[in-house]
């Protein structure tokens, strides 16, 4: 059992659509990172939220951090074909970092 | 600013032998861990220190070591190599706490 659950686990959309992914765990963090990897490379971070309730905007990407700091979601607005790749949500966990098995995106034209 | 830098990219092995995974990083960070990646499973974490001569066990430690001699490297070993260690390996460096975790760019290993 993962210590942080995802979904949807594969999300296959059209371009111009919405979407919101989902990051659920019964423990509390201290902080939640998102990630995003692209094929052949290594996760690179997109945000981190720390406080319960904490909502951040980059461009399309909304991310929230629950109240409870146990969950977190990804809102992509007008998703564009750049968008695929797998979204990993990330937690500080004691003294080291635990990942979810990612949301698998693929956007098409 | 090279970053995390792992080698090799590829790997090839027989069942039963042995090899090590070097990871390098440049940040000064003294967080830094191993994971594996399989297919619907994320990233695992296998290792993990938190500073030169401090390791620890992360979700899926058997049949790999690990040591920190400096704070720049971390190299993973796999004494007897088994299938099921076939993998993507990924190294990560970051300040600890939470904050930024940087990646290599993978190992892709597999075991024959």
């Known amino acids: 059992t993962q210590l942080l659950e995802q979904s949807p686990q594969f999300l296959s959309i059209q371009e111009g659509e919405n979407l919101t992914v989902y990051c659920n765990s019964s423990?509390?963090?201290?902080?939640l990172q998102w990630y995003r990897q692209e094929p052949g490379e290594g996760p690179v971070l997109l945000v981190t939220?720390?406080?319960?309730?904490e909502v951040k905007k980059l461009k399309r990407l909304t991310f929230q951090f629950g109240d409870a700091r146990k969950d977190s979601s990804l809102h992509i607005t007008a998703a564009q074909p750049g968008d695929t790749g797998l979204y990993l949500c990330a937690g500080a966990h004691n003294n080291d970092m635990r990942f979810g098995a990612g949301t698998r995106l693929t956007v098409k034209p | 600013n090279a970053g995390v830098t792992q080698t090799p990219k590829f790997q090839v092995l027989k069942t039963g032998q042995s090899m090590t995974l070097q990871c390098a990083q440049d940040?000064?960070?003294?967080?830094m861990s191993w994971y594996r990646q399989d297919p619907g499973m994320g990233l695992r974490l296998i290792h993990y220190s938190v500073g030169a001569g401090i390791t620890d066990q992360g979700e899926v430690p058997n049949g790999y070591n690990v040591s920190r001699s400096t704070t720049e490297d971390f190299p993973l070993r796999l004494l007897s190599a088994a299938p099921s260690q076939t993998s993507v390996y990924f190294c990560a460096s970051s300040g600890g706490g939470g904050t930024e975790a940087f990646f290599g760019q993978g190992t892709r290993l597999t075991v024959v």
């Open positions: 940040m000064n960070h003294e967080y």
């Open positions: 939220v720390v406080t319960g309730g």
């Open positions: 423990s509390v963090f201290s902080s």
